[in-house]
């Protein structure tokens, strides 16, 4: 089984430069209809998993991540080799960062962004 996310974007060339270039997301598979008017790309983002989190949950994880309440329903988490390093990639390519690395209490290095079309990530790292 998979799990596929579908993000519904403002500009599709945007937030395909972004998750696939930037952030190194390989492309499987992409169609256009006559025209362009209609566009898919499907993204390998590597194992997926859906993390169920209350209100007072993520409340905790934003005051960790970002010191303030600031994520909404959705948030994006990237499991990524050196989360700093991908996102001065990402604030190059168009993203906000929404605050400073942090090292979490449970041993993570993140750091939180939003991206052009508006979502947020947060980029991993496991510390050793």
């Known amino acids: 089984m998979e799990l596929r996310l579908v993000l519904t974007v403002d500009d599709f060339e945007q937030a395909l430069a972004f998750y696939r270039d930037a952030l190194g997301l390989r492309e499987r598979e992409a169609?256009?209809?006559?025209?362009?008017?209609?566009?898919?790309?499907?993204?390998?983002?590597?194992?997926?998993?859906?993390?169920?989190?209350?209100?007072?949950?993520?409340?905790?994880?934003?005051?960790i991540e970002v010191g303030t309440r600031v994520a909404g329903p959705v948030r994006i988490a990237f499991d990524v080799g050196d989360s700093e390093a991908v996102a001065a990639r990402l604030v190059?390519?168009?993203a906000e960062q929404l605050a400073p690395a942090v090292t979490t209490p449970w041993n993570d290095r993140n750091v939180r962004l939003r991206a052009p079309d508006g979502m947020q990530l947060t980029l991993f790292t496991v510390v050793d």
């Open 92 to 94: 190059a390519a168009g």
């Open 31 to 63: 169609w256009e209809a006559e025209g362009a008017a209609a566009r898919i790309a499907i993204l390998d983002a590597g194992q997926a998993t859906i993390e169920l989190v209350n209100d007072a949950q993520a409340a905790a994880i934003d005051e």
